[in-house]
């Protein structure tokens, strides 16, 4: 990746990780120009959400505020942790599953 693919990607990267809507709307815009930088951030955007949908659904089962909160933090810590890459032009994936979103999705962005 070239420092103008970063640049150029940028805006797209951040609204990725801004729900799923978000994550849709920078894929259509990508569509174009092929941007590899937008492309690995949005991989990344979408695991993230469909992880957080699934998990919510089986933690939704549970009542306990404990269980919900620490869920809630840990996403929320994701996501951050996705935005500020992408703002800052990084390609780090998210620590745990970020390599497996990059193996699941590699159709999208080619």
């Known amino acids: 990746m070239t420092n103008q693919e970063v640049k150029d990607g940028k805006t797209y990267a951040c609204i990725a ?14 569509q174009e120009r ?9 991989r990344q955007a979408l695991g993230l959400g469909l992880s957080y949908i699934i998990i919510a659904y089986m933690i939704g089962g ?8 620490a869920f809630w933090i ?31 999705f590699k159709s999208i962005g080619q």
């Not at 549970?62 to 909160?69: A, G, L, M, P, R």
């Not at 703002?87 to 193996?103: A, D, E, H, S």
């Open 17 to 30: 990780y801004l729900t799923l809507f978000g994550t849709l709307i920078a894929f259509f815009m990508n």
């Open 34 to 42: 092929r941007n590899t930088f937008t492309s690995y951030h949005i």
């Open 62 to 69: 549970f009542d306990s505020w404990n269980v919900t909160t």
């Open 74 to 104: 840990v996403f929320l810590g994701l996501y951050i942790f996705g935005i500020i890459d992408a703002f800052n032009g990084k390609t780090t994936t998210i620590p745990g599953i970020g390599p497996l979103f990059q193996k699941l």
